[in-house]
């Protein structure tokens, strides 16, 4: 975090009262409305909202680029005491890039694919600064050296693809930065990459604002990036900023309903599936030409007051700290200390019997290489190692969760399990029964029915051709669960009802449906065949906040009351934390660790699940972390490490016994199993990654 | 939390067809290539109450247009060399060439679908069988291939069709395939998959009507150029036999002619054009509105 010299001086970006349209066919649509701040220079801004809020949009109105039909109808951006409303193109062209750098969430559309990264950079100083090709060149790879990009020689040679994805986004982060500029803008630069990618980037940024003095606006919908990132925060809702103020009164003392509804509904880790469940938002974010007269917060919000908060605008307001600024007109009402909101305890259930027990699971897929050069050296075929001897149980009623970063082979084992590939080696035994050579064609409609899956892109899960009712119809006919139609489309309805829809969602086609109301539908198809198991694969993850805790809730909802197993598969620790009974940690195809969920957010820690948890950015102030910052690129699956597959990052390794042998696999307890060549007193000694209550650095 | 939202009327296909011509109401381009097309379905479907005379009969020889008849009537776009009416023919040529443009396209599409889904869907040695036989049909010349396989097997409606079918289909297999094996790893495949149903039902249920956008504007492009095919097949003898008015063997009975008496050949050259051109509006007009949402 660098030192914000908040109020001192004259700000370097001014946005005053502004208000930014998109012009369609529909009309005029308000993507923003009435917004204003002051960025000092030195100083970083977090901006935190949905999807749809409008915090991109004013990103792009401060670069003034705003393509075809959008326009800034009202209010000013004055940059360095330039109103960007008087530039002309050529002025602004200098502008970009130059004095205004952007960094983009997407680093490989960012970058062009076809010339080489050293020609990319050069660019940025040839054109703002008219120097010459060898001093570009040294410039560049000053600059890559300074993103803490090792051999910054091969890395200017490379063309974008040959660099991975963090790579990428510090090169962007470089380029932005060769230029100078003193605003740089940046729209969530790490959301495509991997948490422990991720945290490195996160530290990069941290540190740019110190060495070169640039003031950031960081873009993000992750309440703890912006933590560990920003001085101050603008909380955005529905194109208004709701809530602002300097990061610790915002994220302590937060005076907006919908902030205290955002952390209320974010997995801190003060939260817990039982005692302390998470309070989700009711509702769904309004379309921008749906947005309801007054507080567009009103129909979602607990405190509610027809006739003041529909009134009309509600105007921003200074709120009861220095430099908080809320948009509500109760904020002084709200007695939040005596607000309890409605939440179900869930009591805790024991697990019931084994219903999935996975021993030595292997799924190698086969590569052909069909080049010249391999035909004639002979190695022509390759194996790609997805899974590596998995071995873990589940039982009834239990929540167990992969846990692991993309290509960890997590996604490959819900594939093995649901029968679109069959195992190469090993066992799963599914209520008795090995399934794990039993391709899906030969699965029994029982088998089919009691093991379904809850998909990650809520875009992808329902056929757009297709009712939602006919989609949920056809899988209660395929397994049985009734055969005439009125009785169909009644358990259709139950189900809608179950997943807290509208029943007349059955006539609808999921393109009338939101994210959340999708992923909703595709709950209830997978309950739809009572199932015993229900593989769940990311499946909050493309959701907004707010909706994520809902439809989190719904499943657990449905979990208990259907007595089923869930397989939770995801990435997001934090998740993981909240509702998990037990949890398997994977590395690119092997289990790194396993237990449950306390023991595995405890040490001892496999280096591996110490750094993935440092890597996890929490929205707490009171959370203090170890930094373990991991090193390197994943391996390729195809060429994986001999010996621990983590051994090319691990900050612990030990020695050569790490690249030669694949390491044992210590039993701590009955559950808790790390793989490891550190020995055991060794690993204990560590202390937890996450401290709460401790004050804030 | 319960997500309110207000009540959805239920959609039928119907509506959803209508919906679908309402947006292409927005569209000049696509609106002047539909209403091409409509006036010469009127025209085919009208034939027998349009024509003035019989599309057949020999009356006066080589009038120019406005020309009267020995009944008094008039040969508005004249008669050619044997004194049939131009007019009249043209209007009974449009039932041939849109029947036959239409079912040929029609085959073409049910051929290249099934090869192209099978070949998509299946992928390995499937797929690089049919591929194979695709390149080996488009690797020949159209025309040659039409000539080859009219000439084997007579000139007649039927073979019309399979000649078209036979030339078209692997191209529309071509983009079936690349469709499907964009949509075959959707998760709504995989929710089909995983609950066990059969490969042909996936693909006829879960993956061809998401491919319809692409697939409905190439068919409208498709036509167009079946029916220059016909045309073309017509003007080199080989299509419908004689004497039954077909648009390309008007211009090629007349072609000889065509500096002195030009009417003979202009008016079923436009015909054809004009038709032509209306399907390739109606494709633009349809990407364009496919485009927009």
Known sequence: MSNGQSGAGKPLLECNDLCISYFTRAGEIPAVKDFSLQLYPGESVGIVGESGCGKSTVAMAIMNYMGANGGIVG?????????????????????????????????????????????????????????????????????????????????????????????????????????HPKLLLLDEPTTALDVTVEAGIVELIGEISAKFGTSMLY???????????????????????????PIDTVFNAMSHPYTRGLFGAIPLPSADKRSHPLVAIRGQLPLPHERPRGCNFGPRCDFFDAGRCDAGDIPIVDGAHAMQRVRCVRWQEIDWASHRPDVTVRPEEPAGEE??????????????????????????????????????????????????????????????????????????????VDISHVPVHNRTPKQLGSLQMVFQNPNDTLNPSHTIGAQIGRVI?????????????????????????????MWRRPRQLSGGQKQRVGIARAFAGNPSMVIADEPVSALDVSVQAAVTDLLMDLQRENKTTLLFISHDLSVVRYLADRIVVMYLGQIMERGTTEQVFAPPYHPYTEALLSAVPIADTSVTKKRILLEGNLPSVLNPPTGCPFETRCPRKVGRICEEERPPVIEISAEHRIACHIPLEELAKAEPVIQVGKAAE | MTETTATAPRESGAMRALKGIGLLRESGVGMTGAGIILFWLIVAILAPVLAPFPPNATLVPMLAPGGEAPDGGIFLLGTDHIGRDILSRLIWGSR???????VATACAYAVGIVMGLAAGYFGGIVD?????????????????????????????????????????????????????????????????????????????????PNARGPLIVDSCLRMGYVIITIGVLGFLGLGLP????????????????????????????????????????????????????
């Open chain 1, 75 to 179: 209010g000013s951006i004055v940059f360095d005491g330039r109103d960007m409303a008087s530039l002309s193109p050529e002025e602004l062209r200098q502008l970009r890039g130059g004095d205004i750098a952007m960094v983009y969430q997407e680093p490989m559309a960012a970058l062009n694919p076809s010339l080489t990264i050293g020609k990319q950079l050069m660019e940025v100083p040839m054109f703002h600064e008219n120097i010459s090709a060898t001093e570009a060149a040294a410039r560049a790879k000053q600059m890559l050296a300074d993103v803490n990009l090792p051999d910054p020689d091969r890395v200017m040679a490379a063309y974008p693809h040959q660099i991975s994805g963090g790579q990428q986004q510090r090169v962007v982060i470089s380029m932005a930065l060769l230029s």
């Open chain 1, 219 to 245: 873009i993000s919908h992750n309440m703890g990036l912006i933590k560990d990132t920003c001085d101050r925060v603008c909380v955005m809702y529905s194109g208004e900023v709701v809530e602002e103020g």
């Open chain 1, 355 to 432: 219903v999935l027990a996975v021993d030595e699971m292997r799924k190698y897929y086969t590569v052909h290489d069909r080049s010249i050069k391999a035909m004639l050296s002979g190695h022509s075929v390759r194996h790609v190692k997805a899974n590596e001897s998995i071995t873990f149980n589940a039982r009834k009623q239990e929540t167990v969760a992969i846990v692991g970063e993309s290509g960890c082979g997590k996604s490959t084992f819900a594939k093995v399990l649901t029968g679109l590939e069959t195992a190469t080696d090993g066992k799963i035994d599914f209520d008795g």
């Open chain 1, 477 to 505: 006919k395929k397994f049985g669960v009734e055969t005439e139609p009125a009785k169909i489309q009644q358990r259709v309805m139950q189900l809608l009802d179950a997943v807290k829809l509208p029943r007349d969602f």
């Open chain 2, 96 to 102: 041939t060439v849109l029947f036959y443009g239409i």
């Open chain 2, 128 to 208: 690089e069988v049919i591929s194979f036989i695709a390149n080996v049909i488009l690797s020949f010349p159209v025309m040659v291939l039409y000539v080859i396989i009219i000439s084997v097997f007579g000139a007649s409606g039927i073979n019309i069709v399979v000649a078209v079918t036979f030339a078209s289909a692997p191209g529309i297999m071509r983009i079936v395939r690349g469709l499907v094996l964009d949509l075959r790893n959707r998760d709504y495949v995989a929710a089909a998959q995983t609950r066990g149903e059969g490969a042909w039902q996936i693909m006829m249920v879960e993956i061809l």
């Open chain 2, 242 to 293: 004689p004497p039954d008015p077909d648009w390309g063997g008007m211009i090629n009975e007349t072609r000889t002619m065509a500096l002195i008496f030009p009417h003979m050949t202009v008016f079923p050259c436009i015909a054809i054009s004009s038709l032509v051109l209306g399907f390739n509006l109606l494709a633009d007009g349809l990407r364009e509105v496919s485009l927009r949402d």
